[in-house]
């Protein structure tokens, strides 16, 4: 009787039990994520029924009913329309997009001269990609190439007329080869004069900053159509008889001043973040005026506002599609003057052409954003509080 | 500067410290700038004279009262072929205002949507609005343009296969058509209860404040102000005599008859800017509503004030703060984007000016005139909101 005892001390741990089924796994993250209120049941059922009304015909149309090969207009139209699809078909026209793919790539470039653009191509590429590398060395000696040599050397294997390599006038030039040549002269001009503005914006000559001021909300208050329509048609009125630029040069000098514009006001929001005890440093230590912006003020005003640079840089590339406006074929030009070829004509021909550039245009300013990003996480460290 | 200070008042400085002298150096370079500047405008307008005198072109604003001779695809007042270049710019002019308003709209609310979207807890909702942003945000708007334009209004049915959609609201490649309200006499008497009602909501909505103000008493302003704005129109709509009736688009043989219709241009225009801008639109406000910091939210929680109550007085408040400026450069941004319109021919400023250049080669004068109507709009917007900035600006002690 007395050997009873009420009161009870485990002395071996018992197993882990498994958490409630409810709380565990997909589950659990589902009704986290998905079902977390009624609000949010609602909004997720409304959400998937968008996709499922969305997504099924999409990917149908774009890849199962797509058709991928074929030599003419025939593949990508219905029997009623002239082609072989039967009644009622409709799908992305990849077949186009590829017969195309050269022409898109380079315009009317003179098809035995080709391998110039891609030599260009391939240069850049290689001058491009160890700048992009924070690891690798010697970037000072890499920028000049790339900004200074290489828009020099691929000026002549362009246009040619040198070497004995054959004249291609610029008229000829086409596709996203016009695309990419039109934003990197835009970003390699905008960035070092869009500086220059923002410096003569915040001068204390009262000369130079309303100069720059008025030229910067000049710009930024008018479309860039207009500023393009000025380079076309009013730049010939402003030069004297006989002397002429070259139409692609007179849009790469719109798009380039256009940019440069933004490119200052973002510059002059980095500047305005410096304190002022920076600069008076430098003026303590008898630093010229040149000496304290390149070393002590830009370095610091760049860094901040790299994600807008880089935004601007995106603006830039997506604007270069409105030269198409003014009669010349970038990207987007030579895909909408496909369209009409009377060999692919065909109602889906300018959708599968348009969805193709969009997803270039897309490939291009997405990878500049996300290493935007990249950079801005690099070059954070040590600053965050 | 101390040097020369201690120089013999008698002695001529040396040449090298007047141009080291920042004060005189400044004066150096700004006579050269300017110097330059009057020599390249004066080269440019000889140059421009001599153009135009080679090419028998008048100079002045004179062409503007010639006939235009062109038509123009939609207009909102009263144009003709035979109408002047002047009326055509006008009509023009009226269009860019019609797209960028209806685009602003559109756009406000998309983006509000997808900004607050990307903040939600619901994965699905969250992701697709990423979605959303990453695509629209790195395409050029030209390209959404033709997207709608070429790809998607271009293929839809005949106007005798018109879609139907709800409303009596039917939609072919040549635009959408839709009811159009036609208004008999009497209408106008809706719309003096509409401004009777908006004003008395107003007067409402203060003495409602003041009272709280005095006695901590919250009226129902929300409903008044609905059944002010609502049933005061609705009751001046029956007391007039149901004055408003629908000219209905009705489905003909070989066409649509009745109602209003937008045609393709403007459509393709609208949702491209609609969806492009919304996509900015979304990162300003998901940008705003996370720089408020957390601590106001749990601030306002410890003091009891129920979560609505709390995003509506705290958090948006404060978040609208940050979201407006770029907002409104957004809202320029739409507007100069609309002289995209150029590329599918709907007659907006720049496409009817482009015409007119064309036609009568007055190339200086129609730019001017472009760039002086786009300058008044940006600048005036940047001045509304410069006073905005500064009504809503914190006011710290």
């Known amino acids: 009787m007395n050997t009873h005892q009420t009161n009870f001390v485990r002395t071996a741990m018992i197993d882990q039990s498994a958490p409630p089924v409810l709380d565990k796994g997909y589950i659990a993250w589902i009704r986290k994520n998905l079902l977390a209120t009624p609000l949010d049941a609602v909004m997720t059922i409304i959400a998937v029924l968008a996709l499922a009304w969305f997504l099924p015909p999409a990917i149908k149309w774009l890849f199962i009913d797509a058709s991928w090969t074929g030599g003419g207009r025939g593949v990508c139209a219905t029997i009623a329309q002239g082609g072989s699809q039967p009644e009622g078909w409709s799908g992305a026209c990849w077949a186009f997009v590829t017969a195309k793919f050269d022409v898109f790539m380079f315009g009317r470039y003179p098809i035995d001269e080709r391998w110039r653009p891609m030599l260009v191509g391939i240069l850049f590429v290689a001058l491009l990609v160890p700048i992009l590398i924070p690891k690798i060395p010697y970037k000072g000696l890499n920028a000049i190439l790339l900004f200074g040599v290489l828009p020099v050397i691929s000026f002549f294997i362009l246009i040619g007329g040198v070497l004995g390599l054959p004249y291609v006038e610029t008229a000829l030039w086409g596709g996203l080869m016009v695309t990419l040549i039109l934003s990197f002269v835009g970003i390699a001009v905008s960035l070092p004069l869009g500086i220059v503005l923002a410096l003569g914006r915040r001068s204390t000559m009262p000369v130079i900053r309303l100069l720059c001021t008025t030229f910067i909300e000049l710009v930024r208050g008018i479309p860039l159509i207009t500023v393009l329509f000025m380079a076309s048609v009013m730049l010939p009125l402003f030069l004297p008889q006989g002397m002429t630029f070259d139409k692609f040069l007179r849009a790469l000098i719109g798009v380039s001043l256009f940019a440069s514009a933004y490119m200052a006001e973002v510059v002059r929001g980095g500047l305005q973040a410096i304190p002022k005890g920076q600069a008076e440093g430098a003026d303590s230590l008898g630093l010229s005026y040149w000496q304290k912006m390149r070393l002590i003020i830009l370095p610091q005003a760049l860094k901040l506002v790299i994600p807008g640079i880089v935004n601007t840089f995106i603006g830039l590339f997506k604007d270069t599609s409105l030269v198409s406006i003014i009669g010349m074929f970038d990207l987007l030009g030579i895909v909408r003057q496909n369209f009409s070829d009377a060999n692919w004509a065909s109602p889906v021909t300018p959708l599968s052409g348009l969805v193709f550039a969009g997803f270039v245009f897309w490939l291009f300013c997405f990878g500049m954003s996300r290493y935007s990003g990249f950079m801005e996480r690099r070059l954070d460290k040590g600053h965050k509080r | ?397």
């Open chain 2, 1 to 397: 500067m101390s040097i020369d200070a201690t120089t013999p008042s008698g002695k001529d400085k040396p040449a090298g410290s007047i141009l080291n002298d920042p004060r005189i150096r400044g004066f150096i370079y700004q006579a050269v700038t300017l110097l330059l500047l009057v020599l390249f405008i004066y080269w440019v307008t000889t140059n421009t004279i001599e153009n135009l005198k080679r090419a028998n072109i008048a100079s002045g604003y004179g062409f503007l009262n010639g006939r235009a001779g062109f038509d123009v695809g939609q207009s909102l007042i009263a144009y003709s072929s035979d109408s002047t270049y002047g009326r055509a710019l006008v009509v023009g002019f009226l269009n860019t205002i019609l797209v960028a308003v209806a685009g602003i709209i559109t756009s406000t609310i998309i983006g509000f949507l997808v900004g607050i979207g990307r903040l939600s807890k619901n994965w699905l909702i969250a992701k697709l609005s990423m979605v959303y942003v990453e695509v629209f945000r790195n395409i050029p708007p030209l390209l959404v343009i033709f997207f709608w334009y070429s790809g998607v209004l271009a293929v839809l049915p005949q106007p005798r296969e018109s879609l139907a959609l709800p409303f009596d609201m039917y939609v072919n490649n040549r635009g959408l058509a839709f009811p159009r309200p036609v208004f008999d006499s009497g209408s106008q008497y809706i719309l003096l209860a509409l401004v009777i009602a908006i004003i008395g909501s107003v007067l409402f909505s203060r003495y409602a404040n003041k009272k709280q103000m005095e006695t901590g008493q919250r009226m129902p302003v929300l409903w008044t102000v609905l059944g002010l704005v609502i049933g005061l129109p609705l009751l001046a709509y029956f007391a007039a005599g149901m004055p408003i009736s629908f000219d209905v688009p009705v489905a003909g043989k070989f066409n649509l008859t009745g109602g209003s219709v937008v045609g393709p241009e403007f459509l393709s225009l609208f949702l491209a800017l609609s969806f492009y801008t919304a996509s900015f639109i979304a990162e300003i406000v998901r940008a705003g509503i996370r720089g408020v910091s957390h601590g106001q939210s749990e601030a306002a929680h410890a003091l009891g004030i129920r979560p609505g109550l709390t995003t509506r007085l705290v958090v948006v408040p404060q978040a609208m703060r940050i979201i407006i400026p770029p907002l409104t450069s957004q809202y320029l941004n739409l507007t100069k984007n609309s002289s995209l319109a150029i590329a599918i021919g709907y007659s907006d400023l720049v496409s009817t000016g482009g015409t007119i250049l064309n036609q009568t080669g007055q190339a200086i004068e129609v730019v001017t005139i472009w760039i002086v109507v786009y300058l008044t709009l940006s600048l005036s917007t940047s001045l509304l909101m410069n006073w905005f900035n500064a009504k809503m600006a914190l006011v710290e002690r």
